[in-house]
């Protein structure tokens, strides 16, 4: 094993985020730091970029944790909440500097109802790879 105390830092420039990793219809994830682009071994970080009038799939991030941190527009966030009988829909409205937290195997989607401005958020894992499974509907 390299020795702790002596291993370099890597630098991730906009230039060098990737598409090339799971998506869901409706939105666009670009990759910045993973197993693939610099060796991580615990965590995956990057962007999703939602267009205006747009909504995700629904979809979940399998054992993932994901810490979501939002950079510009009013994305929603839209999962079933099964705390209460019936089981209903909840919607999170967000707007920059706000963080969302997603549980692993939690069913959501994201959506930007505004008619003219693209939503960014920029996203952390806690696995090396973005883990995306798209379902057929909110659970």
Same mark, same amino acid.
């Given at each position: 094993?390299?020795?702790?105390?002596?291993?370099? *830092?890597?630098?991730?420039?906009?230039? !060098? *985020? #990737?598409?090339? #990793?799971?998506?869901? &219809?409706?939105?666009?994830?670009?990759?910045?730091?993973? !197993?693939?682009?610099?060796? &991580?071994?615990? *965590?995956?970080?990057?962007?999703?970029?939602? /267009? =205006?009038?747009?909504?995700?799939?629904?979809?979940?991030? !399998?054992?993932?944790?994901?810490?979501?941190?939002? %950079?510009? !527009?009013?994305?929603?966030?839209?999962?079933? +909440?099964?705390?209460?009988?019936?089981?209903?829909?909840?919607?999170? $409205?967000?707007?920059?500097?706000?963080?969302?937290? %997603? /549980? /692993?195997?939690?069913?959501?989607?994201?959506?930007? /109802? +505004?008619?003219? $401005?693209?939503?960014? %958020?920029?996203? =952390?894992?806690?696995?090396?790879? &973005?883990?995306? %499974?798209? *379902? +057929?509907?909110? &659970?």
């Amino acid at each position: 094993m390299a020795d702790p105390f002596h291993q370099r *830092l890597h630098h991730v420039a906009p230039s !060098g *985020l #990737t598409g090339e #990793t799971s998506q869901s &219809a409706g939105m666009r994830r670009l990759e910045a730091i993973s !197993g693939k682009s610099v060796g &991580a071994q615990h *965590l995956w970080m990057g962007q999703t970029h939602v /267009p =205006a009038a747009t909504a995700s799939a629904d979809h979940h991030h !399998g054992e993932s944790e994901t810490a979501i941190y939002v %950079v510009s !527009g009013h994305p929603v966030f839209v999962f079933v +909440d099964h705390d209460v009988d019936p089981p209903v829909e909840r919607r999170i $409205e967000t707007a920059p500097g706000d963080y969302v937290f %997603v /549980p /692993p195997y939690a069913p959501h989607r994201e959506e930007n /109802p +505004d008619p003219e $401005e693209e939503a960014v %958020v920029v996203i =952390a894992r806690t696995t090396q790879e &973005a883990i995306v %499974v798209n *379902l +057929d509907r909110l &659970a």
